[in-house]
């Protein structure tokens, strides 16, 4: 076979792997968003146990704030991602994601949010480029993003705070405080004050004659009983928690921090894309098989 046969052959394999490809994906894009429309949304508090989707607000639990660590943007969930493209293979410096817990609130009540392993759709995303391996400022607009300059390409995509999201995922309500064993706890806090000696002389060493005799080992025993014992009398008073995460079967774990219509309507618009494309390298495949001569 000659030189252009190679590159037909090559070319004809191309196509019909890229549209394949193209197709896969564009069937599932319309699936996501017949399943986006088809799914009922449920309430916090009346949400079934198992795989839901739900609509509230993004809201940061209590501690620390959540940074996205490129810009220093508060939010609740970040993506952030550095390449240098200095070099031919375009080095990926940075690819990060967020793995903090944050609420998504409705009128009924709060749902904790892990996103690990979740399909973000972000109400913020970026991308610039500058002279250091961390941004030394951020684009005042998407023209000072577009002439950026610089060979370190930023690119960040955040879910701030108060965000509607659309979230679909594994719902699971669990309760506040795990169920402990009563000795283990008691011999890990016995453990403690043993450590510090001289605290437990001063509570326990009745009479003072500098260690902490059977009876009154005993005693420290009753009070370290009755402390753990009291603990969990007022952690079982908490609410129960809800919980939701990635499903653990194959189905898709998404939060969406964009309308649900505009989402839908994106969806669709990738798949039609996606099928056309497909379509495209169809007909150029026949075409091309129509048309061949082989030797």
Avoid at 68 to 97: E, F, M, Q
Avoid at 162 to 180: C, I, N
Wanted: hydrophobic share 40%; glycine share 8%.
């Amino acid at each position: 076979m000659d030189t252009g046969g190679i590159f037909g052959l090559g070319w004809t394999l191309a196509a019909a792997c890229g549209g394949s490809v193209a197709g896969w994906l564009g069937w599932h894009y319309l699936s996501r968003a017949r399943e986006l429309e088809d799914a009922p949304q449920s309430r916090i508090r009346s949400a079934a146990q198992g795989y839901v989707q739900l609509l509230g607000r993004a809201r940061l639990m209590p501690g620390p704030p959540i940074l996205s660590p490129l810009s220093g943007t508060p939010c609740v969930w970040w993506h952030c991602r550095v390449v240098d493209t200095s070099d031919k293979h375009n080095d990926v410096l940075i690819d990060a994601a967020s793995e903090d817990l944050f609420y998504l609130s409705d009128t009924t009540g709060d749902c904790i949010v892990d996103p690990v392993g979740a399909n973000v759709e972000p109400n913020i995303s970026r991308s610039w480029r500058g002279h250091a391996r961390k941004p030394l400022h951020l684009p005042r607009s998407r023209w000072d993003a577009f002439f950026s300059s610089g060979k370190y390409r930023y690119s960040e995509q955040l879910v701030t705070e108060d965000a509607l999201l659309t979230a679909k995922g594994w719902f699971r309500t669990q309760a506040a405080v795990q169920a402990s064993d009563e000795s283990r706890d008691l011999a890990a806090l016995l453990g403690d004050w043993k450590r510090d000696r001289g605290e437990l002389l001063r509570r326990f060493d009745a009479n003072h004659n500098g260690r902490i005799d059977p009876e009154e080992w005993e005693t420290a025993r009753t009070a370290a009983l009755e402390e753990i014992r009291a603990l969990r009398a007022e952690q079982q008073a908490l609410p129960d928690l809800d919980v939701l995460g990635r499903p653990p079967d194959q189905r898709e774990f998404l939060l969406a921090a964009v309308p649900r219509q505009t989402l839908l309507e994106r969806y669709r618009l990738r798949g039609r894309v996606l099928i056309g494309a497909a379509a495209m390298a169809a007909l150029s495949l026949l075409l091309t098989l129509h048309g061949r001569h082989w030797p």
